[in-house]
C-alpha cells in the first residue's frame, strides 16, 4: 500500500510539473508572439513613413549624378586678349590632384582590389547590399558604433562623394538607397559607376588612383601589379593611418588585408596571393611640380570652382577636378600686362619699409584694382616672390579694419543719399553722448577744431562730425545701405565670441571702421566704384564665361557680365565723387600726395586708432582700388611704416595709367554747382567775403547765406 502510495504521489508531482512547465512554455510563446507583432507593426510603420519620405522628397532625377559629364580627362585652358581683343592662349591648367582614368585603363586589379574591401557584391547587387543596409540601420537606431556603420556599396558611396549630402540619419540612408537603386536600374551601368569611382576616391593627398599611382609607385595606373593595386585600395578606408609615407606598417597590414579578399574572392589564385603577399612594396612619386601662377590666376581658380559649386550643385572636389580636367575653356578678364605692372611693385622690395631688428616678421600688404563694370584689372596678395599656387591672398581673403576708409560709404553717401546733409552742411566739431551717458568719439590725435562744413570734415577725417551724422542717419539704415547695395559681407548683425555678443550696428563700428572682423580689399573697391560711375554697383568678376565642348556642341557653364545695379542715385554719387576728389586736391586733405598724374582722382585714407591697419581706397576715371598694409600678426606699427598703404596704392595706380589718355569723371544725373558760404554753409551772396565751390542735389538745395547781406541772386559757377 505504501508503495502504491509513493508511485501516485510521483505521478502526481509529475503532472504537476509538466502542467507549470507548458504553461511557461505559453507564456514565452505568447511573449515571442507580441513582440513579434511589435516588431511587424513597428517595421510597417517606419516602411510606411519611408515610402511617404520617398514619395515627397525623391520626385525627380535632379539628385543623380550625371555619370557621362565626369570624364574628366582634357587639361583646361585659360585665354586671353591680345592687343587686337583677340582670345589667345594663356595657360594650360595644371596641378590638380587627381589625373581621370578610363575604365579600360584602369587594370582587373585595381577594379578587383576596390570591390574586395569596399563592396565584395558589387558585381550581383543593384545598387544597395541589404544585409549590409540592415546592420547600418540597426546601429543608427541603437548606436552600437560611434561611427557611421560601413553599409554603404560603391554605388552609395560614389553618390555620397559627387553629392556631398553626408548627414548622418535615417532620412539620409533612405535617399541614398533610393538614389543608389534608381542609378543603376536607369543611369549608369556598373562599369560606369566603377569608372567613376575609382576616379573619384579619396586617397590621402590625391584622389582618384591615376593620381595615387603617380603619387606612391611613379606609375601609371595600367602598369600597376596586384600588391600595389592591393595598397591603393586600402587606403581608402582612413586615409591618414594608411597613407604608406606616413604609416607604413599600418599600410602594409591593410594591404595585406585587401590581398586576402581578393584571394578569398577568387580574383587571385594561391600563386599570385603569395607572390603579392610577400612582395617588397617601393615607394615613389613622379608628381611634377606646377610652375607658379599668379595672383589673377589663382583668383580665376576659387572663381571658377565656386562658380561650378553654386550653379550645378557640385561638390568641391568634383567642381576642383573639373576645373583641372574638364577641358574647360575659360575666357579670362585679364589684360596680362596691367597684372604684372602691379606684381612688380609689390615684388620691389625698395618699395616696402626695411626690417626693424627684433621684430619676427615684416608687414604685409595686399592690393585689389577694378574697372566700372567689376572686372578685376590686378589683385596681389603679398609682398616679394610669390613662390606657390592657390595660396593667401590678403586682397581677397583677409579681413582687415578700414578705419575712416569706412566714412564714405557707411556715412556720408546715405547720409547724402537720405537728405540729411549736403556739400556744405556745418557742424560744430563736439562729441554726441551715448546711451550710457559717455562722450564719443575723440579726433585722431585729439585734435580740436572750430566749426567747417562736411567737404573740410572728411577732407580732414574728422571722427566727431561723422558721429553726429550717424545720429541723424541711425546705425540701422546705415548697416543695411553698407551691406545690401554695397554687397559688403564682412558686417556681422550680432555674434557671439569669448568676450560676450558683438555687432556692426553701433555707432563706433560704422562710424570709425572699428568692425567685428573688418573688411576685404576686394569688396572696398566694389563699394566705391559708385562714386565713379554714377552709382552703379558690379559685383568684381576674374573671366567673361566658360565654356565646354560637348557632344552637343559649344557649351556655356559660367558667364559674367555687368549688372549695373543702383546702389545711389546718380546725383548722390557725384556729390560723393567731388567730396573725395577734395581729399586729394583739397588744402586739408590726408591724401594729397595721391593724384595721379593729369587725371581726376578721388580717395579715402584710414586708419585705425591703435595704429594696426592702414587702408586706402581711391579712383580715377579708369579704375578704382584698395590697399590694405600691416602685419599679419596685428602688431602696432611705427611712424615710418604708416605711409605705405598710400604709396603702395599710388605706384600701382601710376603703372596702371601709364600711356593713358587724359580723363574726366562724367558728371551723372541733374547736380548743380554753386558758391557757399563757408562761415554758414550756405548759398553765398555777393556780399559773403569766403566763398568755395559746391556740388548740389537740385531737390536739396541749402538755403542762402543772409549774414553778410549784399542780397542778389546766389553765385553760381560759372
Not at 507593426?41 to 520626385?59: L, Q, R
Not at 590678403?394 to 549736403?422: E, F, H
Amino acid at each position: 500500500m505504501s508503495t502504491n502510495r509513493s508511485l501516485n504521489t510521483g505521478r502526481a508531482a509529475g503532472q504537476k510539473t509538466a502542467r507549470f512547465a507548458l504553461k511557461a512554455l505559453k507564456s514565452i510563446l505568447k511573449c515571442f508572439v507580441t513582440i513579434f507583432l511589435i516588431g511587424t507593426i513597428t517595421a510597417s510603420i517606419v516602411g510606411c513613413v519611408m515610402v511617404a519620405y520617398v514619395v515627397t522628397s525623391f520626385k525627380s532625377s535632379e539628385s543623380i549624378p550625371d555619370l557621362t559629364n565626369i570624364n574628366l580627362n582634357e587639361s583646361s585652358i585659360i585665354y586671353v586678349k591680345n592687343n587686337k581683343g583677340d582670345f589667345v592662349e594663356e595657360q594650360r591648367v595644371q596641378g590638380a590632384n587627381s589625373i581621370w582614368k578610363s575604365f579600360e585603363k584602369i587594370p582587373a586589379h585595381m577594379q578587383h582590389a576596390v570591390i574586395a574591401i569596399e563592396d565584395e557584391r558589387f558585381e550581383t547587387h543593384y545598387g544597395v547590399d541589404w544585409k549590409r543596409t540592415v546592420s547600418a540601420f540597426a546601429n543608427l537606431l541603437f548606436h552600437f558604433s560611434d561611427n557611421e556603420y560601413g553599409g554603404s556599396t560603391i554605388t552609395q558611396q560614389l553618390i555620397k562623394n559627387l553629392t556631398k549630402d553626408n548627414e548622418t540619419s535615417i532620412t539620409r540612408k533612405v535617399r541614398e538607397i533610393f538614389r543608389a537603386i534608381k542609378m543603376e536600374r536607369a543611369y549608369a551601368s556598373k562599369d560606369q559607376i566603377l569608372e567613376a569611382y575609382l576616379n573619384i576616391l579619396p586617397l590621402g593627398r590625391v584622389s582618384g588612383v591615376g593620381a595615387a599611382a603617380n603619387y606612391y609607385f611613379a606609375k601609371e595606373v595600367e602598369d600597376l601589379n596586384a600588391a600595389e593595386c592591393a595598397l591603393i585600395a586600402g587606403i581608402t578606408q582612413n586615409p591618414s593611418k594608411y597613407n604608406p609615407y606616413l604609416h607604413p606598417d599600418n599600410a602594409k597590414q591593410r594591404q595585406r588585408t585587401v590581398l586576402y579578399q581578393m584571394y578569398k574572392l577568387g580574383y587571385i589564385n594561391d600563386e599570385e596571393y603569395k607572390q603579392a603577399y610577400n612582395q617588397e612594396i617601393i615607394l615613389k612619386s613622379s608628381m611634377q611640380i606646377v610652375d607658379v601662377q599668379d595672383y589673377y590666376n589663382d583668383r580665376i581658380t576659387e572663381d571658377v570652382i565656386n562658380g561650378l559649386m553654386q550653379t550645378y550643385g557640385y561638390s568641391k572636389e568634383y567642381a576642383t577636378n573639373m576645373y583641372y580636367y574638364g577641358g574647360l575653356k575659360i575666357y579670362s578678364a585679364k589684360d596680362p600686362a596691367q597684372q604684372s605692372k602691379v606684381e612688380e611693385i609689390f615684388k620691389n622690395e625698395k618699395n616696402f619699409p626695411k626690417h626693424i631688428k627684433g621684430d619676427k616678421e615684416d608687414p604685409q600688404a595686399g592690393i585689389a584694382i577694378i574697372d566700372y563694370n567689376g572686372r578685376l584689372v590686378a589683385t596681389v596678395g603679398g609682398r616679394g616672390e610669390k613662390t606657390a599656387n592657390r595660396i593667401f591672398n590678403r586682397s581677397i581673403d583677409s579681413t582687415r579694419q578700414p578705419g575712416s576708409a569706412m566714412k564714405p560709404i557707411a556715412v556720408y553717401a546715405p547720409a547724402i543719399k537720405y537728405g540729411l546733409i549736403t556739400y556744405s552742411t556745418k557742424f560744430a566739431d563736439k562729441k554726441i553722448t551715448l546711451k550710457d551717458g559717455g562722450k564719443w568719439p575723440q579726433n585722431y590725435g585729439n585734435y580740436k577744431y572750430p566749426s567747417m562744413p562736411v567737404e573740410e570734415a572728411l577732407q580732414r577725417s574728422l571722427n566727431t562730425v561723422p558721429a553726429q551724422i550717424m545720429e541723424m542717419l541711425t546705425p540701422q539704415r546705415s548697416f543695411d545701405f553698407v551691406t545690401q547695395d554695397l554687397h559688403i559681407s564682412t558686417l556681422v548683425k550680432s555674434v557671439r565670441m569669448k568676450d560676450g555678443i558683438h555687432t556692426d550696428i553701433e555707432f563706433s563700428p560704422l562710424t570709425l571702421g572699428g568692425l567685428t572682423y573688418g573688411v576685404k580689399c576686394i569688396e572696398m573697391a566694389a563699394a566705391f566704384q559708385v562714386f565713379g560711375n554714377g552709382g552703379y554697383y558690379n559685383q568684381p568678376y576674374t573671366f567673361y564665361s566658360v565654356e565646354r565642348t560637348s557632344d552637343y556642341g559649344n557649351e556655356v557653364l559660367l558667364q559674367n557680365e555687368p549688372k549695373n545695379d543702383q546702389a545711389l542715385d546718380e546725383d548722390t554719387a557725384y556729390v560723393m565723387n567731388r567730396l573725395l576728389q577734395r581729399v586729394v586736391s583739397g588744402p586739408h586733405g590726408t591724401a594729397t600726395t595721391q593724384k595721379i598724374k593729369n587725371l581726376e582722382t578721388f580717395g579715402k585714407t584710414g586708419t585705425t586708432n591703435d595704429d594696426k591697419d592702414y587702408y586706402f581706397v581711391g579712383g580715377t576715371p579708369y579704375y578704382v582700388g584698395a590697399c590694405w598694409f600691416g602685419y599679419d600678426n596685428n602688431q602696432e606699427m611705427v611712424s615710418s611704416q604708416r605711409s605705405y598703404a598710400k604709396s603702395l596704392w599710388k605706384k600701382s595706380m601710376d603703372a596702371l595709367h601709364s600711356g593713358l589718355p587724359k580723363k574726366t569723371f562724367d558728371k551723372k544725373g541733374n547736380t548743380v554747382e554753386k558758391y557757399y558760404d563757408y562761415t554758414t554753409g550756405k548759398l553765398a551772396t555777393e556780399g559773403c567775403p569766403k566763398k568755395t565751390l559746391g556740388v548740389y542735389k537740385p531737390e536739396f538745395l541749402p538755403g542762402v547765406c543772409t549774414a553778410h547781406g549784399g542780397g542778389g541772386d546766389t553765385a553760381d559757377s560759372e
